[in-house]
């Protein structure tokens, strides 16, 4: 297969992508992007044998506090500045939709380009708290699922109520180029380089410094 890149100046829409194109999903609020999440987009790059990773920008966690949530196009712009992968592409289709779960986007992807291999990509922090997701279960039958080990994490996320309830559709790390081949339920663990670095932490430090000043 040929694969073509092309330039993906309107960020409301989706990146372009041609059929048979293994594409990793990277959701979240991103507020703001680091240097963590672009560690995250390489390795399952690599680790998966994908064409493309998009990140999904969503407008808000319904599971989140809001009131320290930049505005959307902020979030993005950040990300577009941060990314210098031509494979690594950012969206924020899911405002322009209306989207709030992650289930509707999903949904939405698969039945729209039902030619795709797509692959949810997340980090083990949300994996301790995928249970509360809506419709986890069927995001979990939908398509493959990659979860990459996050600081913090590495011995709970393995043992928590949705990586137990879905624990005999794990498949090996050796197996991790098949991952976006496989029918769903299909999960791994990624095991791999780790940023200390979280959103949270940045949101922080920076309220830190204007206190100071």
Not at 53 to 58: A, C, H, P, T, Y
Not at 98 to 104: A, K, S, W
Not at 105 to 131: C, Q
Not at 181 to 188: G, K, L, R, S, T
């Amino acid at each position: 297969m040929s694969t073509v890149f092309l330039d993906n100046a309107r960020t409301d829409r989706l990146p372009h992508s041609a059929p048979g194109m293994r594409i990793g999903l990277f959701g979240g609020s991103f507020n703001p992007p680091h240097d963590g999440h672009r560690l995250v987009s390489r390795q399952a790059m690599k680790r998966l044998g994908l064409d493309a990773v998009w990140w999904l920008v969503s407008p808000g966690n319904p599971l989140k506090d809001h009131s320290e949530l930049a505005p959307l196009q902020e979030r993005i712009d950040a990300a577009c500045k941060l990314v210098d992968h031509p494979a690594v592409r950012i969206t924020g289709f899911e405002a322009e939709h209306g989207f709030r779960y992650t289930y509707d986007t999903l949904e939405y992807l698969t039945n729209s380009l039902p030619d795709r291999k797509f692959v949810w990509i997340m980090g083990a922090d949300n994996l301790v708290g995928f249970h509360k997701w809506e419709r986890w279960r069927d995001i979990a039958r939908m398509m493959p699922i990659a979860i990459y080990v996050r600081p913090g994490t590495a011995r709970r996320a393995p043992f928590s109520r949705a990586a137990t309830a879905l624990s005999a559709y794990r498949i090996d790390e050796t197996d991790a180029r098949k991952l976006a081949n496989m029918q769903a339920p299909a999960w791994m663990y990624m095991h791999g380089i780790m940023s200390e670095l979280s959103s949270t932490q940045i949101r922080n430090g920076k309220k830190s410094v204007s206190s100071a000043g």
